[in-house]
Structures are given as C-alpha cells and as structure tokens.
C-alpha cells in the first residue's frame, strides 16, 4: 500500500482544534501539514514527528520544553509557534503557515542567484538568528529548506524545532541533531551547539545561493563529514569567477573550521554583511551567477537526521600519506573510512579496507533505512518537481519528464500568480511519490474581477448588501448633501459603478445627508414658537432635560445645538436648552459702609455696582442707602445702586 498517498492523517482533528487539510512536506523528524484551527477559524502548520521518535519519551520531553520557550520567540522573520500538544501518539506543533516556497524550491528552479538576491535572503535569516541568539537559543539545523519566501516576498526561519538552549552542549541520548551538508566540524566532533554552528551553516547556504552547489559533496554522507572536518569552505569565486573577493570573505569568516575564528552570533554576521554590502558597487551587487550550475544540487545529506554519536571516525590520509592516528568523534558506527578516489597518492595500491562494508551498512543505519528502503526510495520512489508559476504546457511537460502523470486539472482565481500559470500541485512539489504517480494542478484564472454594481439611490444597508453580493466589500461612508437623493440613500460609489475591480476590494459610498437647511436662531423665544420655527424649516425638535440659569426668563430658549446659521439636512434634530431664569443671590447689606468695602462686598456676591453721589456726595465716603435692601434677593449679576453721602 502506498502510503505517501494514503496518509493516515489527513482528514482527522488532533486535540478536537486542528484539522489536517493537506500534507506540505516530509522531513528527517517530522511531516508538515496544512491545517486549519476549527476554534479560531485560521490556516496553521501542523508539524507532527516521526513515529520512531514520538516514542521516545525523553526525546519528546524535551522536544515539547524547548517548543514553549521558543514560542515566547517573536520576531517578522521568525516562523511563530502557536502551540504544541500530544493526540492519540502524535507529537505535533502548531505553526504559523506562511504561503510560498522555500529557498531550496528557489536555488532548485533557478541555481545561484545573483549576489544582490543572495544578500536579501540571508540578512533576515540573519536578523531572525540574531533574535534567536539574544534570546539564548541556537537553531542548529539552518539549511535552505529552513528559509521560506512568502508570496509576499517576506523571508522566515523555521524549523526551530531543533533549537536548545545556548548553555547546553550535547543531549544525554549521544546523539547529533541536523543535516549533514551544513554541520560545523564542532558538532560533529563534539556534539557542541553554540550560535557559532549557526554562523557556519549560514556561511554554507550563502555559498550554495551564490555558485548554485553546496562546498562539501559526496557519494556518501561519511565523505561530506570528513569534508567538512578537514577541508575548507573553497572560496565561490573558484565556481563563479565574476563574484567580487569580498563575498568570498565574507563565506571564509563565517565558516572557518575554527569556532573563535568566525563572527560570534547572526548578528556579529549580519553587520559584516551589511558592511560588505556597502562596499559592493551595483554592477558586483548583480553579477550574473554560473549558468552551468544552474539547478545543480546534491542530495547527500540534505535531510534532517538523528545521528548517533556512539563510535569514533580516524580522519582520511591527507595526500595518500597514511593516518595520522587523531581520533575524531563522530555519527558513524565504524572504525576506518575509505578517502574519495581523487585524494589517494599517485600510483600508490591500497587492499580494500576491512570496514568499507561496514561503512556502507552503518551509513543507511545512521540516515533511519535499510538496503530495501533505500532500493526503493532511489528506484520507484520520485520527487514532485517544482512547477510553480510555469504554463500549464510548461508543468505538464516538467512532470512527465520526470515520470509523472497529470491527474487533474483544477483553475482559481488567484491575486498574485499570473494567468495560465500553476498555483500549486497536489502533492506538493518536493514531496516523495512513486514513479508514475499521478500530480493534480491548479491553474490559475488570474484576480477575480467583478463589475462595480449601481447603488445610487439605494439605502445604505440596501447597498451594503449588494456589494457584498457582488464579491466585494463596503468601505468608508462618507456624508453629504444632497438636492436629489433621499436621506440615508447612496448618491455615488468611490470607484464609480461599472469600474472593474478585483473581489473583495473595498468600495467607498456617499450617503445623502438629504436636503441643506440653515438653523434658524430661536434663541429668547418661548418653548413652543421655538419648536413651530424650527419645525416650519424641516427640522425636529428635541428640549433637553437639564435647564439652567441665564438672564433669560424661565421657559426661554437659552442655547441650541447646532448653532444659529449652521447648515442642517432636513429632518435633523435641533436640541434647545431652556432657561429657568436668573439665579436669585441674597444682597449683602453695605449701609454705612465706606465706598470700597461696599463696593468689595457687592461685587463678590455676583452683583455690578452703581454709584449715586449727587451734589452732597461728591466728597463723601459713606454708603447712605443702596437701592435693593440688605437681605432683600436679586438676580445674580444684576445692578445694585449704593448712595454716598
């Protein structure tokens, strides 16, 4: 039974929340799946480990540990992870789901890149890892496959599954975490996993975008190991000649074989990047890369794996000369390696040595297969060949080249991947199929574009609901008057109707705020003329509940909002405030008093004063009589005479 086409998950919901759409990718430890959160309603990652590992419980222990810290991670280039549990034996984390590819899917279709995308690409990983650094985290697995590229041109890490914390070195189960191609000489000797592996991995992958191959090749993953412990990165200058010396530079400081050679953390490597980037002119920052490498790629060692660490590797004779005797920790389980033909000394013959056998054995033993499974994998098994964004003639071509059938052709409407062009493939692209398998494609019908419906004249709500109707949405509504349409009615839409546009954009209404009015000043009058004035000019009336003093006469309008001359739409509301007359303040009495005291006195009490000195009184300084009696109440503010005498 085909089991890569019939997985067991697909259409069952883990914890009763995520439910498994469709299978994204198959790694060394675990499957990604697209999901859907059925609580919240949004498309999620589900990565779920490996069975194998799934049942070793210390394993999946700190594998769940190590995932709660790094979701305290935020970062914009960080895949975030949004929970992790366990159901019914699957070990799963619940990731964000970034639409796109990843920079394998990139350096696969294209081969190396110019050195201007090369430098785009890693300064957010780098940005990413340098978070991740600070944090007290170290990712150690950093490979291409690691790097996605959203539609939107967003770069993101993930993956950070295999991260463990900065001051911890090797895990008890003697076991090495990552892929080969990319491993520092430090964690295959030690096991040690500081942020400088980090630095080495993205020294490799930026090598591998500029010269489109990876610096350490070989027929076997021993002989990538052995590469990596005892060669140096060559510059990528040797591969693509055009490339400007600083970027070979910048590849030999990130991965010198010595750890306290390289830059300490991403960000000591982003601001030597950022530098070397400065220096570049804009005819070395688009430096064509080698066509002849265009699409090459390695597969030795591409895949995450769980290496055990258990035996001891001798180094390969340098030159043809024989061992040096310097045992090297290691992931293979055998006591000698054979050297790659090409570094054996001239004419010299060698016996076959005992433990070649023993090296291929333990080679499939360290990748997780046996010779049938690798029988399998290399004769029936294929991988869907990138097909993104190529014609349909153009994908059906590429799948049939390589063994594949074309099961099925569906079309949507997409924003972002042109017209008669692949939006994806089921399965995925990268994903391991038997030979003549079949593939289905979406084809894409370019953005859907509809027709702006006519709402002029329609209510809002009326119009809101052919809108969406229509595939689009409502937008701002904005207000004004109008001569011709009613109150509360659309008169036009922002674009105007018939204009095409793509589904869901927003459409912008003018509503009629009706007929202009100017408020009529009603202020003094009586309750009832008010409201007949106002009512005689289209307008309603509302009296507000609180009254309040004023020299107005109770019952008279004191205030109205809005304001006389302002302009209304007929039938808007006009609220009046009514005056419940003066306040009545209790006159001081100041009989007898000199003139300033009286006059501090009166005025402090709210009221204005008035002198009356006659003929007598023009050199007096005495109050004599004052026109309302001490005790006596007046209007607060009203005029109080005083008569000096």
Known sequence: MDTTLSDPLLGQVLDGRYRVEARIAVGG???????????????????????????????????????????????????QVFDQGTDRGYVYLAMEYVAGCTLRDVLRERGALRPRAALDIVEPVLAALGAAHRAGFVHRDMKPENVLIGDDGRVKV????????????????????GTVSYLAPEQ?????????????????????????????????????????????????SALAPGLAPELDGLVAAATARTPALRPADAAAL?????RVRGTLNEEQLDALPPQALS????????????????????????????????????????????????????????????????????????????????YINSGQFTKVPPVLSRTQDQAEQRLKAAGLEVGGVKRAYSDTVDRGTVI????????????????????????????????????????????????????????????????????????????????????ALVVSKGVPVDIPDVSGEDAETARQDLTDAGLKVKIATERVNSDYDKGQVVS??????????????????????????????????????????????????????????????????????????????????????
């Open 29 to 79: 430890m675990a499957t990604v799946y697209r999901a859907l959160d059925i609580r919240l309603d949004r498309v999620l990652a589900l990565k779920v480990m490996h069975p194998a590992l799934a049942a070793d419980g210390a394993f999946v222990d700190r594998f769940i540990r190590e995932a709660k810290s790094v979701a305290r991670l935020s970062h914009p280039n960080v895949v």
């Open 424 to 507: 994806s493939t089921d399965p995925t692209a990268g994903s391991r199929v038997r030979g003549h398998a079949s593939v289905g494609l979406t084809i894409s019908l370019g953005p859907r574009t509809v027709p702006v419906p006519r709402v002029a004249g329609q209510p809002l709500e009326r119009a809101r609901e052919r809108l969406k109707a229509a595939g689009l949405e409502p937008g701002m509504v904005t207000r004004e008057f109008s001569d011709e349409a009613e109150r509360g009615s659309v008169i036009r839409t922002t674009p105007e109707a018939g204009t095409e546009r793509h589904a869901g954009s927003a459409i």
């Open 295 to 374: 699409g090459a790629h390695d597969n030795a060692g591409d895949r995450t794996s769980v290496l055990p660490r258990a035996m001891t590797v001798r180094p390969l004779p340098v030159d043809g000369d024989g061992e040096d005797g310097r045992d090297v920790t290691s992931v293979l389980h055998t006591t000698d390696i054979e050297p790659p033909p090409a570094r054996r000394g001239a004419g010299r013959s060698r016996r076959p040595r005992r433990g070649l056998l023993t090296l291929l054995a333990a080679v499939l033993v360290v990748l997780g297969v046996g010779g049938g499974v690798w």
């Open 188 to 236: 295959i000797e030690q096991g040690t996993a500081d942020p400088r592996v980090d630095v080495y991995a993205c020294g490799v992958v930026l090598y591998e975008m500029l010269t489109g191959a990876k610096p350490h090749s070989g027929d076997s993953p021993a002989q990538v190991i052995y590469k990596h412990l005892n060669d140096d990165v060559p510059p990528p």
């Open 158 to 177: 993930a993956d950070f599954g295999l991260v463990r914390a900065v001051d911890t070195v090797t895990s008890t189960t003697g076991s090495v975490l």
């Open 560 to 645: 109205q909002s809005p304001q006389p001359g302002a302009q209304g739409a007929e039938g808007d509301t006009v609220t009046l405030t009514l005056s419940k007359g003066p306040e009545m303040v209790k006159v001081p009495d100041v009989v007898g008093s000199n003139v300033d005291d009286a006059h501090q006195k009166l005025e402090a009490a709210g009221f204005q004063v008035r002198e009356d000195r006659g003929l007598l009184g023009l050199f007096g300084d005495t109050v004599k009589k004052q026109s309302v009696a001490g005790g006596d109440k007046a209007p607060k503010g009203s005029e109080v005479t005083i008569t000096i005498r």
């Open 270 to 274: 982003l601001g030597e990047v950022l």
